[in-house]
């Protein structure tokens, strides 16, 4: 298990696995761990600063999220060069919290259900397009075969009916960046302008959210030709352009006029930021098409800032350069469904809400109404 958290977290939800579940053991970032250490009688391990980011999804079974929105895009982040993510339980302790799911007074409740009920992956249900049928209650039953996912197939007594909590996959984009004369340039990334590019390029990363190309600090609109499918669109004149996933609707796309977009809905969503053009909206597009971005040679600047979820590309894109971005696809082998990033989301909502439409009405003010209160 892995624990990607904020400082507000303490040690009483560590201190809850390791005394009611002995079989788990804990994964943490140095900070975190360091702070654990005082708390818990158990080891607590952590490689997140010496380990390859592709390692770290064989290690891990979960992965726990204690903050914001923005702690859940950096758990997803440690698994970008990986098609396989762990199950995300997230806790919001953020200011919105559109994507945290539980409270974290309910982490006791939370932990049961993903531990004991041998939470069946919705995955199949949802690419096979068949409804998901729930199983009857069975004290001390046994998980079967082949029907759960590997990180539910925990021994234990299966709550079968009564298990509320389920999963929700959400699409990444895959995210590629070549040279004017098609190579493929490895993506290094920085949280900030300032950072030193890292030890270890990959040719191709996954974003949860989205991929942007800005002007940066240029004064002038950037010029980027948009190819669909290796077909010309449009010659996009802006501040920048957005490609965003349905769980990035709801972010810098939603600021920039994009579509809100349902999470189950596949697709890739295609926003201008500030267009020159008024007449250009955004676009949603089916998630298997290949949407090019490429720095036009009319360009008054030499270089563009890209972005991959918040992390910024060390050098940018230069003239010529291409950003190449399509929908992860989704696969099945020996070891089970690959590709998306499963979230473990509440049940019991009424009326059958699955908590989105909540959120829209309750965090984001939905058609909020001007001069009244609710």
Same mark, same amino acid.
């Given at each position: 298990?892995?624990?990607?958290?904020?400082?507000?977290?303490?040690?009483?939800?560590?201190?809850?696995?390791?005394?009611?579940?002995?079989?788990? *053991?804990?994964?943490?970032?140095?900070?975190?761990?360091?702070?654990?250490?005082?708390?818990?009688?158990?080891?607590?391990?952590?490689?997140?600063?010496?380990?390859?980011? *592709?390692?770290?999804?064989?290690?891990?079974?979960?992965?726990?999220?204690?903050?914001?929105?923005?702690?859940?895009?950096?758990?997803?982040?440690?698994?970008?060069?990986?098609?396989?993510?762990?199950?995300?339980?997230?806790?919001?302790?953020?200011?919105?919290?559109?994507?945290?799911?539980?409270?974290?007074?309910?982490?006791?409740?939370?932990?049961?259900?993903?531990?004991?009920?041998?939470?069946? *992956?919705?995955?199949?249900?949802?690419?096979?397009?068949?409804?998901?049928?729930?199983?009857?209650?069975?004290?001390?039953?046994?998980?079967?075969?082949?029907?759960?996912?590997?990180?539910?197939?925990?021994?234990?007594?299966?709550?079968?009916?009564?298990?509320?909590?389920?999963?929700?996959?959400?699409?990444?984009?895959?995210?590629?960046?070549? *040279?004017?004369?098609?190579?493929?340039?490895?993506?290094?990334?920085?949280?900030?302008?300032?950072?030193s590019p890292p030890n270890t390029s990959i040719p191709d990363i996954h974003a949860l959210n989205e991929v942007l190309i800005h002007r940066g600090a240029d004064?002038?609109?950037?010029?980027?030709?948009?190819?669909?499918?290796?077909?010309?669109?449009?010659?996009?004149?802006?501040?920048?352009?957005?490609?965003?996933?349905?769980?990035?609707?709801?972010?810098?796309?939603?600021?920039?006029?994009?579509?809100?977009?349902?999470?189950?809905?596949?697709?890739?969503?295609?926003?201008?930021?500030?267009?020159?053009?008024?007449?250009?909206?955004?676009?949603?597009?089916?998630?298997?098409?290949?949407?090019?971005?490429?720095?036009?040679?009319?360009?008054?600047?030499?270089?563009?800032?890209?972005?991959?979820?918040?992390?910024?590309?060390?050098?940018?894109?230069?003239?010529?350069?291409?950003?190449?971005?399509?929908?992860?696809?989704?696969?099945?082998?020996?070891?089970?469904?690959?590709?998306?990033?499963?979230?473990?989301?509440?049940?019991?909502?009424?009326?059958?809400?699955?908590?989105?439409?909540?959120?829209?009405?309750?965090?984001?003010?939905?058609?909020?109404?001007?001069?009244?209160?609710?």
């Amino acid at each position: 298990m892995a624990f990607v958290t904020s400082e507000r977290a303490s040690g009483q939800e560590g201190l809850h696995i390791t005394s009611t579940y002995p079989s788990m *053991s804990l994964i943490c970032e140095a900070p975190l761990a360091e702070s654990l250490h005082d708390h818990l009688s158990v080891p607590v391990f952590t490689d997140f600063a010496t380990s390859s980011p *592709s390692a770290i999804h064989t290690k891990t079974d979960l992965v726990t999220t204690f903050g914001g929105d923005g702690t859940i895009l950096h758990a997803s982040s440690l698994f970008s060069a990986t098609h396989s993510v762990s199950p995300i339980l997230s806790f919001t302790m953020g200011t919105l919290g559109f994507l945290g799911e539980w409270k974290f007074t309910d982490y006791k409740r939370a932990f049961r259900e993903v531990y004991m009920s041998g939470a069946p *992956s919705e995955r199949d249900a949802i690419l096979e397009d068949r409804p998901i049928i729930p199983k009857p209650f069975e004290e001390n039953a046994t998980p079967v075969p082949n029907s759960e996912t590997d990180w539910s197939a925990i021994r234990g007594k299966s709550l079968g009916a009564q298990r509320s909590a389920r999963i929700l996959l959400r699409n990444r984009l895959k995210v590629g960046i070549f *040279s004017s004369t098609g190579e493929r340039i490895p993506l290094s990334l920085s949280p900030n302008s300032n950072s030193s590019p890292p030890n270890t390029s990959i040719p191709d990363i996954h974003a949860l959210n989205e991929v942007l190309i800005h002007r940066g600090a240029d004064p002038h609109l950037t010029i980027i030709d948009v190819l669909v499918n290796k077909r010309f669109l449009t010659e996009a004149v802006a501040d920048g352009m957005i490609i965003s996933t349905p769980t990035g609707s709801t972010a810098y796309s939603l600021s920039s006029g994009g579509s809100i977009i349902h999470p189950l809905v596949s697709s890739l969503l295609l926003t201008p930021i500030c267009p020159r053009s008024l007449s250009f909206r955004p676009l949603i597009l089916p998630a298997n098409v290949e949407i090019v971005l490429k720095l036009s040679e009319k360009n008054r600047g030499r270089s563009v800032e890209v972005s991959v979820d918040g992390m910024r590309r060390h050098g940018g894109l230069e003239v010529g350069g291409e950003v190449r971005v399509t929908g992860e696809e989704f696969d099945r082998n020996e070891e089970g469904w690959r590709g998306g990033v499963p979230c473990i989301m509440r049940g019991g909502q009424s009326g059958g809400d699955d908590g989105w439409v909540g959120g829209l009405n309750g965090l984001l003010k939905f058609n909020y109404p001007f001069g009244e209160e609710r």
